[in-house]
């Protein structure tokens, strides 16, 4: 923002250097890039956008060294017919324009600006054009309230109408380029066509000329992120588009018009309509929530004692308006241009850089008060620190894809994939809904770099289309091994036991045509789906063109978190040694292992410790069709005595008997 030392000596009287106010606006958050005897280049961050306007900076000067602020009046008076005779304004798209206002100004005269109202644009780079379009740029550096005339003759049907463009609409610019709007770009029409590209940049059929007679001035709010999307997909980079796209004071809209109108009768004459078309709700100091600075906050935060009459005097002359003050706290309503004050801790941060900071000494004591780590927090940290101690890196990768792969595997929805206006990169414009394919082009990288071991974990959030809503952030765990089915079932299991001990990881069917038919399930905790995980098939490995096997995982990290055991807990250890059995067990084909190892648990009780899978076997033969053997171990211990092997065999026993009931299971020879 460049700022003219002349022009911002309208609105306060400094006494202080060039110099000397630019290193007072450097400690107070205003930092610059250069200065000279005629301006300053000012870095305004994007949270501060009423110092887009010279006003702004003249507040914050105000404010610095305690001077007052003069804002012209921006008086006129009104000699026309009512304007609601002449012309009118309807908001279809409120969602991109909450507000419009528009005034009307008959038998002006065309021409060039006086040469203090030229000389102060060109200070700032600006292009002059003439009287009517220099006023509304003047105003718009003014106040930082963007403006824009029409040549009220070339609006058809002499109405002015926001609303959504209809797609594939047409629109040439007063750059005389012509652009297809998209659905969602938001245009100022007349009762035929589109007139402006709202808060972009205005038509070339509607532009003041030398033939201009009357004037339509329009002042209004528009959506940020329509602004910022229409001007990044048509490269459409404006002074106005930058202000839109940080929001504008909706309460400084009514000023802006009134001044701009004064202007243009002093430098083109005419005659004004009485009145002003509104268009929206009105704000009001109710609509602005109050906030409370605590006194305590202060040297809690600041390590300094600041007096209270000072804050008073501080957040007073910033604009706010004081609605109760007491021994414990002092509560304010921000004034409406200062959108960013929401919380104490703005206040605070207000204080402290109009205090000075160079008020706090280097060894100020800030008392240390350690955040709480949220279960989040906690959660994530037992998971990084199980994968990576069983090998495993952490990837992270884009959240766009290419389109061919959004259909590789859609474990978490169906609908198509949002898609970004500008690919993230070539061809990568679809939001994923899934981190496995993500990560298998890591693992494809990864092999042609000839690295020997490729084990990849990440987490990241997946965006889940819902119709007519907000997309579902959904955060998962993806993971990629080298290892075969078995061991990847093996880490998750060890991921759950260090998550949550007395939940156990239960399988189920599931179909994926990128995993192999016969090693891929689907993963329960409880009744709940946790995810998926499966070995990829020849066409997998072969769409990803990779060398080597790979076995993925995906699980629901929200599930995970909120099955997590977060208190540490113990359990005794029995004193007793443990007794082993095998058990070979001959089933149906359609017998699922972890249905054979739930039954076993059940029969065993208590004295179960563990259950280890060995291996199944199917010979025709001497099994039978349709049949396989499942040889697994068993480690049985008790807590109150040494078992014998009586009480093993009995347990072995019970086990046999309750898999021949409910599996059909025979106990193989």
Not at 48 to 58: K, N, T, Y
Not at 383 to 398: N, R, S, W
Request: aromatic content about 6%; hydrophobic content about 40%; glycine content about 6%.
């Amino acid at each position: 923002m460049i700022v003219s030392w002349d022009w911002l000596g309208d609105y306060v009287d400094s006494t202080a250097s060039h110099s000397e106010m630019a290193d007072r606006f450097a400690l107070s958050g205003l930092n610059f890039e250069c200065f000279n005897d005629s301006m300053i280049d000012l870095e305004v961050t994007s949270n501060r956008p009423d110092c887009l306007g010279h006003i702004g900076v003249a507040r914050e000067v105000g404010v610095l060294y305690d001077l007052p602020i003069a804002i012209p009046a921006a008086e006129i008076a009104a000699k026309g017919p009512k304007i609601d005779t002449l012309t009118s304004v309807t908001i279809e798209a409120p969602e991109l324009c909450p507000r419009y206002t528009a005034r009307l100004i008959r038998g002006v005269k065309i021409g060039p600006s006086p040469a203090w109202l030229a000389d102060r644009l060109r200070t700032l780079g600006i292009a002059v054009i003439n009287n009517v379009v220099d006023v509304t740029n003047y105003v718009m550096f003014e106040c930082g309230q963007p403006l824009h005339a029409f040549d009220f003759a070339k609006l058809a049907g002499g109405k002015i109408i926001v609303r959504a463009a209809k797609p594939g609409e047409k629109f040439q610019a007063i750059n005389h380029q012509e652009y297809e709007l998209a659905a969602d770009t938001c245009v100022i029409a007349d009762a035929k066509r589109p007139v402006a590209v709202a808060g972009v940049m205005g038509g070339v059929d509607s532009e003041v000329t030398d033939a201009t007679v009357d004037v339509l001035i329009e002042s209004a709010a528009f959506a940020p992120l329509s602004v910022r999307t229409t001007a990044r997909r048509h490269h459409l980079h404006s002074p106005s588009s930058y202000r839109f796209e940080r929001s504008v004071d909706l309460a400084g809209l009514d000023w802006a018009s009134r001044r701009a109108c004064e202007l243009i009768l002093q430098t083109a004459g005419g005659t004004l309509a009485e009145g002003v078309i509104d268009v929206g709700p009105a704000v009001t100091p109710k609509e602005r929530e109050v906030v409370k600075l605590r006194w305590a906050q202060l040297p809690r935060v600041l390590g300094i004692e600041v007096p209270t009459a000072t804050v008073q005097k501080i957040l007073t002359a910033l604009g706010c308006e004081e609605t109760h003050i007491c021994d414990h706290c002092i509560k304010v309503l921000p004034p409406s241009w200062r959108a960013d004050l929401t919380r104490e801790i703005d206040l605070i941060e207000e204080v402290a850089r109009i205090y000075g900071y160079d008020q706090i000494p280097e060894d100020s004591n800030v008392k240390m008060a350690a955040s709480t780590r949220t279960r989040l927090d906690r959660v994530l940290d037992r998971v990084h620190a199980t994968l990576v101690a069983a090998g495993f890196d952490e990837a992270m990768t884009l959240s766009a894809v290419d389109e061919t792969l959004v259909d590789a595997i859609q474990p978490w929805s169906d609908e198509a994939p949002l898609r970004a206006s500008t690919a993230v990169l070539r061809r990568a414009d679809c939001l994923r809904q899934t981190l496995v394919p993500s990560l298998l082009t890591a693992r494809r990288h990864n092999e042609k770099l000839s690295n020997p071991t490729i084990e990849l974990f990440e987490i990241a959030n997946v965006y889940l289309p819902i119709a007519g809503e907000i997309p579902q952030q959904k955060r998962l765990l993806a993971i990629t091994s080298g290892g075969g089915f078995l061991e990847l079932k093996g880490i998750l299991e060890a991921l759950i036991a260090r998550v949550a001990p007395s939940q156990e990881l239960q399988v189920g069917e599931v179909d994926y045509p990128l995993l192999d038919d016969a090693r891929q399930c689907r993963l329960r905790l409880g009744e709940h789906t946790l995810g998926y995980m499966g070995e990829l098939s020849k066409a997998g490995r072969e769409r990803f063109e990779l060398r080597g096997g790979s076995t993925v995982a995906e699980i629901d990290v929200e599930m995970l978190i909120a099955a997590a055991e977060l208190a540490p807990t113990a359990v005794p250890l029995s004193q007793y040694p443990p007794v082993s059995r095998d058990v070979n067990i001959v089933v149906n084909e359609s017998i699922r292992w972890s249905e054979v190892e739930r039954l076993v648990r059940t029969a065993g009780g208590d004295l179960i410790e563990s259950v280890q899978f060995q291996e199944t076997y199917r010979d025709p033969q001497r099994l039978g069709a349709g049949k396989k053997s499942m040889l697994f171990s068993l480690q049985l211990r008790s807590a109150t005595a040494t078992l014998t092997n009586e009480e093993a065999d009995a347990v072995r026993e019970r086990i046999v008997e309750i898999l021949s009931q409910q599996v059909g299971g025979e106990l193989r020879a």
